[in-house]
């Protein structure tokens, strides 16, 4: 009996109605519960059939423990304008509620107002309308007792066989439209959490008929689109949404032809996020209830036109090739768990030179330490013996003998480097001048590259003399002031940036050192005017052995040692570069509390 044409704002739980009113005074009128026309009508009904003074319907919601009137009929409070709602609203009397929860028939109580059986307090509404007899006719559907029809008359009344037949059916009716009605709103209920749900998962979510074009969109999705709402995606083809999402040239090369498999993929944006893209098919049966916005109301099923072999035909092929289903495409923000990933993998990776470098350590510096020694010897014999000196210079033994030291010196500062980067010394916190740290370490850099200067004037500049050329100058921020961290390690990522930096010039040259105080933080940064550093080098160039130096000039250990510290250290090291432009190395120390102080 439910009218399915009428679509109705919902009602409550348990089928309470939501309070209505009919005057147009009323800015904000109530919406009417599924299904209550219906019962309006039956209850009208109920009063012409029966010629019964008041006839109404009581729900009853279990879960809640609690009752409402539906609907109702013949009370002297709806003769007033705007009273409906106030008596929708208004629960029905306890003994009334008893009763129909107790009903398993039909049941007629004599005197209600009246006896002791039936007193006015227990029955207010019925008592003030002079009601004196009732007849509850229960509503039970699938076992469960839904409500009461309940029938009033003002003077007592037998009820005949075929009366209790009339109503017992009108009850039927009555039962079934408000079963009828509380199944639609559990459909709708479900719905709508659904549909809240599912605008509430945080990764972007679209689902994509078989011509690649969206059907439906969540919060996210569309957010992340630039969109205002889910509902202007609808419509938008997948090559057109990943160019917003992720650029151009990734929706070029993912957004191709699929053959409705499940797959995932990662995907880096023009933004440089990632992103992990999944893409599960979706059935296009009849009964998966999956139609697509394009095609709906034009004929046409989802198995229509390009989509699945589920919508075939018999006048198709049996031998049709099988079409692309719809696709349901999840992606999630992974940048952070990617850098995570790769951090893990870093330690992985420096533990395990670190096992390397504790064994070559051991079984190299030995040799390298006995050729050293042979070779300074034979330097010595050369020079003691005039004729075998005469012969060196001839055949350029000196030369030969002083690479010889040279590269073995080399080869042990490789091992040390390795040593140190892979080394889990625990950083110290001690008061710490940053500004005082800097000056000295710069002026031991200005010291070197002046004796750089006088060996290039007497023409004995080792390899990399032209360090002589190298201004210095230092912009210290006064604010930066005292921080608790470890000095030895602060020198030592000091010492290797100002290396890296000069050694990058290559030529004349200027580094300038600063310091800012930056919050919670202080940075220290290392700037070069040399040709900068391109960026396919750029991301690598923490990476220990990894260098941009000439072979000879350097292990490339320096920037990876100094970023293993300044983790170490608390902080960070992070890199600026363009070519032409420079490079910008910064160190970001956080303000801590000296070790043995109270931190809070």
């Known amino acids: 009996m439910s009218d399915p044409t009428q679509r109705q704002p919902p009602a409550g739980r348990g089928g309470e109605p939501r309070a209505r009113a009919d005057t147009p005074a009323d800015p904000a009128p109530a919406p009417e519960p599924r299904g209550a026309r219906?019962?309006?009508?039956?209850?009208?009904?109920?009063?012409?059939?029966?010629?019964?003074?008041?006839a109404g319907v009581v729900g009853l919601s279990h879960d809640e423990g609690a009752a409402a009137w539906l609907a109702a009929s013949g009370f002297r409070a709806l003769a007033g304008a705007g009273r409906r709602g106030?008596?929708?609203?208004?629960?029905?009397?306890?003994?009334?509620?008893?009763?129909?929860?107790?009903?398993?028939?039909?049941?007629?109580?004599?005197?209600?107002?009246?006896?002791?059986?039936?007193?006015?307090?227990?029955?207010p509404l019925h008592a003030a309308e002079g009601v004196r007899t009732l007849a509850l006719a229960p509503l039970s559907a699938r076992g469960t007792t839904l409500g009461a029809?309940?029938?009033?008359?003002?003077?007592?009344?037998?009820?005949?066989?075929?009366?209790?037949?009339?109503?017992?059916?009108?009850?039927?009716?009555?039962?079934?439209?408000?079963?009828?009605?509380?199944?639609?709103?559990?459909?709708?209920?479900?719905?709508?959490?659904?549909?809240?749900?599912?605008?509430?998962?945080?990764?972007?979510?679209?689902?994509?008929?078989?011509?690649?074009?969206?059907?439906?969109?969540?919060?996210?999705?569309?957010?992340?689109?630039?969109?205002?709402?889910?509902?202007?995606?609808?419509?938008?083809?997948?090559?057109?949404?990943?160019?917003?999402?992720?650029?151009?040239?990734?929706?070029?090369?993912?957004?191709?032809?699929?053959?409705?498999?499940a797959t995932s993929f990662e995907i880096q944006a023009e933004d440089g996020r990632r992103y992990l893209v999944a893409v599960a098919p979706l059935s296009t049966s009849p009964e998966s209830g999956v139609e697509s916005a394009a095609t709906e109301g034009d004929g046409r099923g989802p198995g229509a036109g390009d989509s699945s072999g589920a919508g075939q035909t018999d006048s198709e092929p049996a031998d049709s090739e099988p079409r692309t289903s719809w696709s349901v495409i999840t992606w999630s923000d992974v940048t952070q768990l990617s850098d995570m990933q790769e951090q893990?993998?870093?330690?992985?990776?420096?533990?395990?030179?670190?096992?390397?470098?504790?064994?070559?350590?051991?079984?190299?510096?030995?040799?390298?330490?006995?050729?050293?020694?042979?070779?300074?010897a034979t330097q010595r014999d050369l020079r003691s013996l005039p004729e075998l000196a005469e012969t060196a210079r001839e055949r350029d033994w000196n030369f030969y003998l002083e690479e010889i030291v040279r590269q073995a010196l080399r080869c042990k500062a490789i091992t040390r480097g390795l040593l140190d980067l892979s080394r889990q010394r625990r950083a110290r916190r001690e008061p710490c001048d940053v500004n005082a740290v800097i000056e000295r370490t710069v002026k031991l850099f200005e010291e070197r590259t002046a004796a750089a200067a006088a060996a290039a004037a007497t023409n004995t500049a080792p390899p990399g003399g032209e360090t002589a050329r190298v201004r210095f100058s230092l912009s210290l921020d006064e604010a930066a002031g005292e921080v608790a961290t470890d000095e030895g390690m602060l020198r030592?990522?000091?010492?290797?940036?100002?290396?890296?930096?000069?050694?990058?010039?290559?030529?004349?040259?200027?580094?300038?050192?600063?310091?800012?105080?930056?919050?919670?933080?202080?940075?220290?940064?290392?700037?070069?005017?040399?040709?900068?550093?391109?960026?396919?080098?750029?991301?690598?160039?923490?990476?220990?052995?990894?260098t941009t130096k000439e072979a000879g000039r350097g292990s490339g250990l320096g920037l990876a040692i100094a970023t293993s510290l300044a983790e170490a250290l608390g902080g960070a090291l992070t890199v600026e570069s363009k070519p032409g432009a420079g490079s910008r190395f910064r160190l970001w120390l956080p303000r801590r509390a000296p070790e043995g102080r109270d931190e809070g």
């Not at 039956?42 to 008041?54: C, G, Q, S």
């Not at 096992?355 to 330490?369: M, S």
């Not at 040259?509 to 900068?532: C, F, I, K, M, Y």
């Open 38 to 54: 219906t019962l309006d009508a039956l209850v009208e009904l109920v009063r012409r059939v029966t010629r019964a003074d008041t």
């Open 86 to 123: 106030d008596f929708t609203t208004t629960k029905p009397g306890a003994g009334l509620v008893r009763h129909v929860a107790e009903a398993r028939s039909l049941v007629v109580l004599e005197g209600v107002g009246a006896s002791p059986e039936y007193t006015a307090e227990e029955f």
């Open 149 to 261: 029809l309940v029938v009033g008359f003002r003077s007592a009344h037998e009820f005949s066989a075929e009366e209790r037949e009339t109503l017992e059916g009108l009850a039927g009716m009555a039962a079934l439209a408000l079963d009828n009605a509380r199944l639609l709103e559990t459909v709708i209920t479900g719905k709508k959490i659904w549909e809240q749900t599912f605008d509430a998962i945080p990764d972007g979510i679209i689902v994509h008929d078989a011509a690649m074009i969206i059907t439906r969109s969540n919060a996210a999705a569309a957010e992340m689109m630039g969109l205002d709402a889910p509902s202007e995606a609808v419509g938008l083809s997948c090559a057109a949404a990943f160019a917003r999402l992720f650029g151009e040239r990734a929706a070029a090369y993912h957004m191709t032809h699929r053959t409705g498999t």
């Open 344 to 376: 893990l993998s870093r330690s992985r990776r420096l533990a395990t030179v670190g096992q390397l470098a504790a064994g070559v350590a051991h079984e190299i510096n030995n040799p390298l330490a006995a050729i050293t020694t042979c070779a300074e």
């Open 492 to 546: 030592q990522i000091l010492d290797n940036l100002l290396t890296n930096a000069v050694d990058a010039l290559g030529g004349p040259g200027q580094v300038e050192v600063s310091t800012a105080s930056a919050g919670e933080r202080v940075r220290l940064e290392v700037a070069d005017t040399g040709p900068g550093i391109p960026p396919e080098m750029l991301v690598r160039i923490f990476e220990p052995f990894f």
